[in-house]
Nanobody, 130 residues
């Protein structure tokens, strides 16, 4: 099990950038793929991006491809989400979470459901003004 704490959210104008961080405690961080999810008011929580345990493969939802980049530093037990060209529709609470399966080799639309992840952080608010 890992404990996760997100940071880096805030208020930004459309077209701007933010970098979210998710710090993990525990020595098993490098075994787990990690995901960033978001939840807008009145909507279901959805996957944004995921990265396998080694950092060698990533997955993005179509709406953020080319704008967001997920990365990780296993030496620092941290996963990042660089968000560029932000849009008002990116406004949401952003959560990081750990894959429930260790050493997964790839993420797809089929294994990035909310139920595939655990150890959720408390979330960080991202607000994009138009």
């Amino acid at each position: 099990q890992v404990q996760l704490v997100e940071s880096g959210g805030g208020l930004v104008q459309a077209g701007g950038s933010l970098r979210l961080s998710c710090a993990a405690s525990g020595r098993t961080f490098s075994r787990y793929g990690m995901g960033w999810f978001r939840q807008a008011p009145g909507k279901e929580r959805e996957i944004v991006a995921a990265i396998i345990y080694s950092g060698g493969s990533t997955y993005y939802v179509d709406s953020v491809k080319g704008r967001f980049t997920i990365s990780r530093d296993n030496a620092q037990n941290t996963v990042y989400l660089q968000m560029n060209s932000l849009k008002p529709e990116d406004t949401a609470v952003y959560y990081c979470a750990a894959d429930l399966q260790i050493y997964r080799m790839t993420f797809t639309a089929w294994n990035t459901k909310v139920s595939d992840f655990g150890s959720w952080g408390q979330g960080t608010q991202v607000t994009v003004s138009s």
